[in-house]
């Protein structure tokens, strides 16, 4: 039964995070799309190309991938506001 969990824990990686991510960048519909998923499909691919090379397990190395995406997007959010703040003054 313990096993059950670990797929609930990569159903969510890969559905929320790259929502999340898009969420936090933009506020349209369609962009959210784009910007959902495009990492989301970049990050999936990396994971199963970087588990074929390493042998490492499929979904974990995948989840690992798209759990950096809310980090990466925090980041670049903080960047772009920042820019555009400087650039205002």
């Known amino acids: 039964m313990a096993h059950c969990h670990r797929y609930y824990v990569i159903f ?11 969420a936090t960048l933009t ?16 990050a999936s691919i990396i994971g199963l190309w970087l588990s074929f090379i390493a042998d490492l397990p499929v979904g974990v190395t995948v989840a690992s991938l798209l759990g950096l995406l809310p980090i990466l997007t925090v980041l670049l959010n903080y960047v772009i506001r920042r820019s555009i703040k400087i650039k205002t003054y």
């Open 27 to 42: 506020g349209t519909f369609g962009m959210r799309l784009v910007l959902g998923w495009a990492p989301g499909l970049t």
């Open 12 to 22: 969510f990686v890969i559905f929320e995070h790259p929502a999340l991510g898009a």
